[in-house]
């Protein structure tokens, strides 16, 4: 489903080309529930960095897999993810909803690559690490909404059409009404009264399981196909408390620091950059 913070024809056309180039690596994520059932939890993006792959989320998606996860991968059915997850910690003697971060990856199999595809992961060279804090052309936010699922239990499957949102990015002040710094998040506009959905102004998107969501750069002038594609900046968190008029992502600058701090051995594959270290845990 899509909603537009403009709804002209260009910037339709833009975020469907976008959406077909994005949509094969990005995931819905379920946890397993006590009678053995798929409950729908959030998104995941594919991420390759050179022999390793990467399940990307929000970290308090992965929180929630407290009995294990799965993805339901079409033509495969359910594929387990129950191995350990890297988080980023929130503050000492706090909650997950006092990380700033929010963010988290798996290392997947071999087995659970082969059951997805290799084809479908992105490579680095996908990514947008340092994406101009003062850019101001759209960004498309890609992911599942738990609204929209819908769960066939006989057959133990959901069908999950996916949700797109093509909004603009914040002003400044939004990172300081959320004390975050633009180094480390990208801050997105979201005014509710702006939003063309499917049914008209005024209808903006349901954000339940968008967490762990892509967020790619776009452009309205730009036509994207396999060799011009769109590219990764940050994942989808939360629709902060303090300022409801924003959406809160974290740039995948940070998700780079933490893999590097975590496996040395893909350094070559990734740039340093002046991003803070961020403190991690294994779950």
């Known amino acids: 489903m899509s909603w537009l913070s403009s709804s002209t024809d260009l910037a339709q056309q833009t975020a469907e080309q976008a959406l077909e180039l994005i949509l094969p690596h990005t995931l ?3 946890s397993i529930n006590t009678t053995l059932q ?60 006092y990380d700033p971060f929010d963010l988290g990856y798996s290392v997947l199999t071999a087995e659970q690559v082969t059951a997805i595809g290799a084809h479908r992961f992105l490579s680095r060279f996908d990514l947008a690490p340092q994406e101009s804090a003062a850019r ?5 936010l890609v ?3 738990a609204r929209d699922a819908i769960p066939n239990r006989s057959a133990y499957s959901y ?5 797109r949102l093509l909004t603009l990015p914040a002003g400044a002040t939004t990172y300081t009404r959320c004390k975050v710094k ?26 339940i399981g ?10 309205p002038l730009h036509t994207y196909s396999e060799t011009n594609r769109p590219k990764l900046v940050s994942i989808f968190t939360e629709r902060p408390q303090a300022y409801r008029k924003c959406l809160m992502t ?7 620091a933490m893999i590097r701090d975590r496996m040395p051995e893909l350094e070559e594959f990734i740039p340093r950059s002046p991003l803070l270290k961020v403190k991690t845990f294994i779950r």
């Not at 101001?136 to 498309?140: C, D, G, I, M, V």
């Not at 069908?159 to 949700?163: G, H, L, S």
Request: aromatic share 10%; glycine share 10%.
């Open 38 to 97: 798929p409950e729908f939890e959030g998104t995941g993006v594919l991420l390759r960095i050179g022999k390793v792959y990467f399940l990307i989320s929000a970290a308090h998606v992965f929180d929630a897999l407290r009995t294990g996860a799965c993805a339901i991968i079409p033509e495969y059915g359910d594929l387990s993810l129950t191995q350990d997850h890297v988080l980023t910690s929130p503050r000492v003697g706090t909650i997950r909803s």
């Open 182 to 207: 633009p180094e480390s998040h990208l801050a997105l506009k979201f005014i509710p009264r702006e939003i063309t959905g499917p049914h008209g102004k005024g209808e903006p998107p349901s954000f």
């Open 159 to 163: 069908r999950v059409p996916a949700t």
């Open 250 to 256: 974290t740039r995948i600058e940070l998700l780079l």
């Open 143 to 145: 992911g599942y909404t």
């Open 28 to 30: 819905p994520i379920f």
């Open 210 to 219: 968008m967490s762990g969501g892509g967020v790619w750069r776009v452009n």
């Open 136 to 140: 101001t052309a759209p960004y498309l």
